[in-house]
Nanobody
Framework: QVQLIESGGGSVQAGGSLSVSCAAS????????MGWFRQAPGKEREFVAA????????YYSDSVKGRFTISRDNAKNQGYLQMNSLKPEDTAVYYC??????????????????WGQGTQVTVSS
């Protein structure tokens, strides 16, 4: 069992930056890879970024590569997504999730077992 809670969402102008965090409960966080997904109104939930359980491997969607950075601090049971050069199309509810899988499987939304409730990120033009 993993409980995830996102925080740090808000509103920012295009070109700005924002960091969202994911707090995990218990002592199991380091046993799971962590991912970030987002969902805009009327759109499918889409992969944003993922990081392996030890933090040694990271994965990004093409749309955010070079702008977003995923990281984690297992000692603090925390995951992070630093978002820079934000665009209006980044506007969405951002969800963190935990997965028992690794590698390219982390691109797949179906491979995540635990989900936070999401935090709203709004980017205005």
């Amino acid at each position: 069992q993993v409980q995830l809670i996102e925080s740090g969402g808000g509103s920012v102008q295009a070109g700005g930056s924002l960091s969202v965090s994911c707090a995990a409960s218990g002592r199991t966080f380091s046993s799971y890879a962590m991912g970030w997904f987002r969902q805009a109104p009327g759109k499918e939930r889409e992969f944003v970024a993922a990081i392996s359980r030890g933090g040694g491997s990271t994965y990004y969607s093409d749309s955010v590569k070079g702008r977003f950075t995923i990281s984690r601090d297992n000692a603090k049971n925390q995951g992070y997504l630093q978002m820079n050069s934000l665009k209006p199309e980044d506007t969405a509810v951002y969800y963190c999730a935990a997965s028992p899988y690794s590698g390219s499987l982390l691109y797949n939304v179906q491979r995540y077992d635990y989900w936070g409730q999401g935090t709203q990120v709004t980017v205005s033009s």
